[in-house]
């Protein structure tokens, strides 16, 4: 696609309850992230998939957090048993490469999921 | 760690006001910087960026110089437009990851 398409965009769960949450990215960006963004806070780096390679989970914030991807293509984030402080807005992006290797690509970011836990 | 700080907003001026959002950094080596904006219902854009020191990124009137005595990649418009209104996000790239900073909502009264 043209850009980076995420759904859904809003999604209201019973606390306790697991969602997936999913991201397309660019056709041919090998480099995908996921961040969290609270409200009145920064993005929160959660995990990043880099063609084939292990993924970098360094910053998914428990064992609830999971992810997903297969080759170059979708990736689904998935969080289990929801808490109350997951609610935020997952943002997935895509690059051609990763930053570290060309940083003059920078990121193309999707429009998010709205993840509102009750 | 690595991490940037941006002052707080929000940030209210008038119309052709000049603009300047503060950043700084903090890191190992010399990290790439950038600004990205996000516009009120879209996802984050890429505004400039800059990939050694004394380089100045610039795009749609906004600049930003990397200033490695200060470690400040300070962004600046000389003359803002209500359209400029937006969340701007001060980051660095490190081991292959960005960083960002917690934004500033700059708000621009017509």
Redesign the interface.
């Known amino acids: 696609g043209a850009?980076?398409s995420q759904s859904p965009s809003n999604k209201v769960t019973e606390k306790g309850k697991d969602v997936e949450l999913r991201c397309d990215p660019i056709s041919g960006h090998t480099?995908l992230?996921w961040?969290r963004q609270r409200l009145?806070?920064?993005?929160e780096?959660l995990i990043?998939f880099?063609g084939n390679s292990a993924p970098?989970k360094s910053?998914l914030p428990s064992d609830r957090f999971s992810a997903e991807r297969t080759g170059e293509s979708v990736s689904t984030l998935t969080i289990q048993r929801t808490q109350q402080e997951d609610s935020a807005v997952y943002?997935c992006?895509s690059s051609p490469q990763?930053?570290?290797?060309s940083?003059?690509y920078?990121?193309t970011?999707?429009?998010?999921t709205r993840l509102t836990v009750v | 760690g690595d991490s940037?700080t941006q002052m707080e907003g929000p940030v209210t001026l008038s119309e052709e006001a000049f603009l300047t959002i503060n950043c700084t950094y903090t890191a190992t080596g010399y990290p790439?910087l950038?600004w990205?904006v996000q516009y009120p219902?879209?996802?984050?854009?890429?505004l400039l960026?800059a990939?050694k020191a004394d380089d100045k990124g610039s795009n749609k009137g906004f600049e930003a110089t990397y200033r490695k005595e200060t470690t400040s990649f300070h962004l600046e418009k000389g003359s803002v437009q209500v359209s400029d209104s937006a969340v701007y996000?001060c980051a660095l790239?490190?081991?292959?990851?960005?960083?960002?900073?917690?934004?500033t909502r700059l708000h621009i009264l017509p």
Request: glycine share 24%.
């Open positions: 850009g980076v480099a992230y961040y009145g806070q920064g993005l780096f990043y880099q970098d910053g943002l992006a990763t930053a570290g290797v940083p003059n920078g990121y970011f999707g429009s998010g | 940037v790439s950038f990205y219902g879209e996802g984050l854009q890429l960026k990939t996000f790239n490190r081991d292959d990851k960005i960083i960002f900073g917690k934004g």
